[in-house]
T-cell receptor
Framework: EAGVTQFPSHSVIEKGQTVTLRCDPISGHDNLYWYRRVMGKEIKFLLHFVKESKQDESGMPNNRFLAERTGGTYSTLKVQPAELEDSGVYFC???????????????FGQGTRLTVV | SQKIEQNSEALNIQEGKTATLTCNYTNYSPAYLQWYRQDPGRGPVFLLLIRENEKEKRKERLKVTFDTTLKQSLFHITASQPADSATYLCALFSGSARQLTFGSGTQLTVLP
């Protein structure tokens, strides 16, 4: 079974440009999360989808960030326009609640390293 | 404010010894706590989960304890091996927020 995959693995863009990150969750996982780790800091929550609906986007830094999950499958995270402080590693994770299990484990992708110069 | 602290940024131990990593939290009422392993250039990999009403969980050479009074979790790796070298992250899940909050991690190095 394929794990969570993220594209691209690395992206270097200039300040003011637009970048779109993609995440393909594990097939059948309804929950999809975006997290970000900036240099020297802990991994921080950005938002949570349940299928195609945004369940919680309280971690999104500002309106330059837009996440979508069309059809409840893959998700994209667009940063427009990118700023220097957006640099970091963006992780996607997915999970599925199994019958009888209240607390699912999350499976993470390898991350996209974004560098804004 | 809410805070998660992991005991140190780096921990070096000798092969065969037990590694003990600490995760302390304040101003949380977590429903459960998870430990993840992260290798360079990779995403976190789930290791163990312990619920608020559980004291201890074991999986092979791994053991996690959870003390909600002390607001602390301890993560032990017994008979450590160089292959255990990685960054270990603790993460809390609160039922109200329904999201994982991570500590900054402890980089463990097991010396041969």
């Amino acid at each position: 079974e394929a794990g969570v995959t993220q594209f691209p693995s690395h992206s270097v863009i200039e300040k003011g440009q637009t970048v779109t990150l993609r995440c393909d969750p594990i097939s059948g996982h309804d929950n999809l999360y975006w997290y970000r780790r900036v240099m020297g800091k802990e991994i921080k929550f950005l938002l949570h989808f349940v299928k195609e609906s945004k369940q919680d986007e309280s971690g999104m830094p500002n309106n330059r960030f837009l996440a979508e999950r069309t059809g409840g499958t893959y998700s994209t995270l667009k940063v427009q326009p990118a700023e220097l402080e957006d640099s970091g590693v963006y992780f996607c994770a997915s999970s599925q609640v199994k019958r009888g299990a209240r607390t699912p484990e999350a499976f993470f992708g390898q991350g996209t390293r974004l560098t804004v110069v | 404010s809410q805070k998660i602290e992991q005991n140190s940024e780096a921990l070096n131990i000798q092969e065969g010894k037990t590694a003990t990593l600490t995760c302390n939290y304040t101003n949380y009422s977590p429903a459960y706590l998870q430990w993840y392993r992260q290798d360079p250039g990779r995403g976190p990999v789930f290791l163990l989960l312990i619920r608020e009403n559980e004291k201890e969980k074991r999986k092979e050479r791994l053991k996690v304890t959870f003390d909600t009074t002390l607001k602390q979790s301890l993560f032990h790796i017994t008979a450590s091996q160089p292959a255990d070298s990685a960054t270990y992250l603790c993460a809390l899940f609160s039922g109200s927020a329904r999201q994982l909050t991570f500590g900054s991690g402890t980089q463990l190095t097991v010396l041969p």
